[in-house]
T-cell receptor
Framework: SQQGEEDPQALSIQEGENATMNCSYK?????LQWYRQNSGRGLVHLIL?????REKHSGRLRVTLDTSKKSSSLLITASRAADTASYFC???????????????FGKGTKLTVNP | DARVTQTPRHKVTEMGQEVTMRCQPI?????VFWYRQTMMQGLELLAY????????DSGMPKDRFSAEMPDATLATLKIQPSEPRDSAVYFC?????????????FGNGTRLTVT
C-alpha cells in the first residue's frame, strides 16, 4: 500500500500561476523526496527534504515538511507549460534509523500548465 | 551524462510466454530497485538490491516473477509465465546506499503488454 498520498490528483493552471501539490503520509519518516515524471518517461528526482528540515528551496521549487501533521507540500512558482508532468512524493518505509532502504511512492498529482 | 538504461522499451507478448527485462544501473550505484507502474496501483515496489544482494522482494508475485543481478552492471526481471494482468510499465532505478536517503535515478521503463 502507498505510504504517501498526493492531493489533488489533477491540477490545471495557467502559465505564470503558482502550483501547489500536497502529500500526506502515514508513518514516521527519515526523509521525503519529490519526483517529476513526463509522459512516457522515467521519474526524475527534484528535491529531498530530511525529517529535521521544515523548508527547502531549489530554483522555482519550494518544499515544506510538517512532521507533526505527516504532510509535505511542493510549490512551483511562476509555472511554465514545460512544467506539465506528474509529480510524486516518496517516503522511506520505516527502515533502520538514519538510513532506510525502501522508497515508497504515492500515486501522483497530474499537473497541466496551459500556455 | 550517466543514466539508467532499460531494454526493451516496449514488449508485446502472448499470455504464457516468458518475458525478460534488463537494466543497466549507473556505474558506481550500489542499490537497484524494480518498480511497476499502472494507472490503478500507481508505482509499486517489486524488489530491490544492495551490492547485488536481494534485500526485499516482498512486493513481487513469487510464483511467476524473479529478479537477479548477475553482475554489478546488469539487473534482470523475469516473468514466467506472463499473464494479461502483468501489463504495465516496469521501471528500474539505481542509487547510492542507503537507498531512500539519496536520489534515485530512473530508467525510461519497459512498457509490457501481455495479450
Amino acid at each position: 500500500s502507498q505510504q504517501g498520498e498526493e492531493d489533488p490528483q489533477a491540477l490545471s493552471i495557467q502559465e505564470g500561476e503558482n502550483a501547489t501539490m500536497n502529500c500526506s503520509y502515514k508513518t514516521s519518516i527519515n526523509n521525503l523526496q519529490w519526483y517529476r515524471q513526463n509522459s512516457g518517461r522515467g521519474l526524475v528526482h527534484l528535491i529531498l527534504i530530511r525529517s529535521n528540515e521544515r523548508e527547502k528551496h531549489s530554483g522555482r521549487l519550494r518544499v515544506t515538511l510538517d512532521t507533526s501533521k505527516k504532510s509535505s507540500s511542493l510549490l512551483i512558482t511562476a509555472s511554465r507549460a514545460a512544467d506539465t508532468a506528474s509529480y510524486f512524493c516518496a517516503t522511506d518505509a520505516g527502515g533502520r534509523q538514519g538510513g532506510s532502504e525502501k522508497l515508497v511512492f504515492g500515486k501522483g498529482t497530474k499537473l497541466t500548465v496551459n500556455p | 551524462d550517466a543514466r539508467v538504461t532499460q531494454t526493451p522499451r516496449h514488449k508485446v507478448t502472448e499470455m504464457g510466454q516468458e518475458v525478460t527485462m534488463r537494466c543497466q544501473p549507473i556505474l558506481g550505484h550500489n542499490t537497484v530497485f524494480w518498480y511497476r507502474q499502472t494507472m490503478m496501483q500507481g508505482l509499486e515496489l517489486l524488489a530491490y538490491f544492495r551490492n547485488r544482494a536481494p534485500l526485499d522482494d516482498s512486493g513481487m508475485p513469487k510464483d511467476r516473477f524473479s529478479a537477479e543481478m548477475p553482475d554489478a552492471t546488469l539487473a534482470t526481471l523475469k516473468i514466467q509465465p506472463s499473464e494479461p494482468r502483468d501489463s504495465a510499465v516496469y521501471f528500474c532505478a539505481s542509487g547510492l546506499d542507503p537507498g531512500a536517503a539519496s536520489p534515485l535515478h530512473f530508467g525510461n521503463g519497459t512498457r509490457l503488454t501481455v495479450t
